[in-house]
């Protein structure tokens, strides 16, 4: 029986009838939400209605109770740990996602009014775009002229002498490439947008002012942003149309508790960071993350239907991008590779093709079995 068809008896089914089928085996390959490693999973599942005693679930507490305060430190202590995040940097679990910090980034830190941008896809396009509400973004360079398929040149930029910080999407989902070396900002601070590559290596966290990136890809559920600041970015002299909300001393002030947080959703992250530690810490998982790579770029760069669409000296550990050159035949793989069990294959709307997603949680079978799939649908549509 295929998937397809057991999702269609599942439909038909109780809601008794469905708790007593066990969670079919799938391979999410989305670039976010994405899947979370099976036993943070299983372990918040046996915590869901009763927190370690409490009576409670996570989703119940209040932000103010004990309970939930030793959640929270406890992430934060442990994400310090995982990251050597220096003591000179506030770590702020906040709402919104990152795109609202495209707001936040340009009101926090405008001080003269004017900031570089480095375009390299989409959501660095959006932060730009975005920043030129709040002051004068200046695009020092752009990838754009060969659909972000490579990383520019950064080792000489003609950064703005005024400028008040340099930005970056370090890594970009849509494209499936990765800033290998950071650009040259010429003492300006480094502001990176890191969602998808958020713990997936070691970071020397020294080299930014501010790290920020929604949890959604290598973390937790959506609906948190973590972001990582240099304590003397964090003012109260900002551009004064800045919401309450926005203003990254309120939230350090309050340590993320200003309001009601994402508790469940923090909850969650702080399990993840607890089993990145267990498999080895931020080298363990750059090891990882490099062998499933391998695997999935050496079949690209030798098959003779599928084709990887970024330069090699810039691709991404996390975002695999790779199209047949026939869109028919793109089309005809997804169909095949969902009813196979790879799920949520197909590219972003504005690439097209394929986008295998393989972040901290893909296991190395996933993306083996995904090569051999890859092989038999070539072999049938060669």
């Known amino acids: 029986m295929t998937r397809i068809a057991k999702i269609a008896i599942l439909l038909t089914m109780t809601e008794q009838e469905v708790l007593t089928v066990?969670?079919?085996?799938?391979?999410?390959?989305?670039?976010?939400?994405s899947m979370m490693p099976e036993s943070v999973l299983n372990k918040a599942g046996s915590e869901i209605s009763d927190y370690m005693g409490s009576g409670m679930?996570?989703?119940?507490?209040?932000?103010?109770?004990?309970?939930?305060?030793?959640?929270?430190?406890?992430?934060?202590?442990?994400?310090?740990?995982?990251?050597n995040i220096p003591d000179n940097y506030k770590v702020l679990f906040l709402q919104g996602g990152a795109?609202?910090?495209?707001?936040?980034?340009?009101?926090?830190?405008?001080?003269?009014?004017?900031?570089?941008?480095?375009?390299?896809?989409?959501?660095?396009?959006?932060?730009?775009?975005?920043?030129?509400?709040?002051g004068e973004a200046v695009a020092v360079a752009s990838s754009a002229d060969k659909t972000f398929s490579y990383i520019p040149d950064c080792s000489d930029l003609d950064i703005p002498e005024d400028a008040d910080y340099v930005y970056i999407c370090e890594n970009n989902t849509i494209y499936g490439t990765k800033f290998w070396q950071l650009p040259n900002t010429k003492g300006k601070d480094l502001v990176a947008d890191v969602s998808s590559c958020f713990l997936s290596e070691p970071v020397d966290v020294t080299k930014y002012g501010v790290i920020y990136g929604g949890v959604q890809k290598n973390i937790g559920p959506a609906g948190v942003v973590i972001a990582i600041i240099r304590e003397d970015l964090i003012r109260d002299d900002v551009n004064p149309a800045t919401p309450t909300m926005l203003k990254w001393k309120t939230q350090a002030d309050a340590d993320s508790l200003y309001n009601t947080p994402p508790c469940y959703g923090i909850y969650i992250c702080g399990k993840v960071f607890k089993w990145i530690k267990k498999m080895g810490g931020l080298e363990a998982m750059?090891?990882?993350?490099?062998?499933?790579?391998?695997?999935?770029?050496?079949?690209?760069?030798?098959?003779?239907?599928?084709?990887?669409?970024?330069?090699?000296?810039?691709?991404?550990?996390?975002?695999?991008?790779?199209?047949?050159?026939?869109?028919?035949?793109?089309?005809?793989?997804?169909?095949?590779?969902?009813?196979?069990?790879?799920?949520?294959?197909?590219?972003?709307?504005?690439?097209?093709?394929?986008?295998?997603?393989?972040y901290n949680a893909m296991p190395i079978e996933g993306v083996e079995k995904l090569v051999e799939f890859m092989k038999k649908f070539e072999a049938e549509n060669a």
């Open 22 to 33: 066990s969670r079919e085996k799938v391979y999410n390959f989305s670039a976010g939400p």
């Open 57 to 83: 679930s996570v989703m119940e507490m209040s932000h103010r109770s004990k309970a939930y305060d030793a959640i929270i430190k406890e992430a934060e202590k442990d994400i310090r740990e995982l990251m």
């Open 286 to 358: 750059k090891a990882h993350n490099e062998k499933k790579a391998k695997i999935l770029y050496d079949f690209l760069d030798q098959s003779k239907l599928f084709k990887g669409t970024v330069e090699k000296k810039d691709r991404s550990l996390m975002n695999v991008p790779f199209v047949t050159g026939n869109e028919e035949l793109d089309a005809k793989f997804v169909k095949e590779a969902t009813a196979a069990g790879f799920v949520n294959l197909k590219g972003h709307r504005t690439v097209g093709g394929m986008r295998a997603s393989i």
């Open 99 to 134: 795109s609202q910090q495209f707001a936040a980034v340009p009101m926090n830190l405008m001080k003269n009014g004017k900031a570089a941008y480095i375009i390299t896809g989409q959501w660095a396009k959006k932060a730009y775009q975005e920043a030129q509400k709040y």
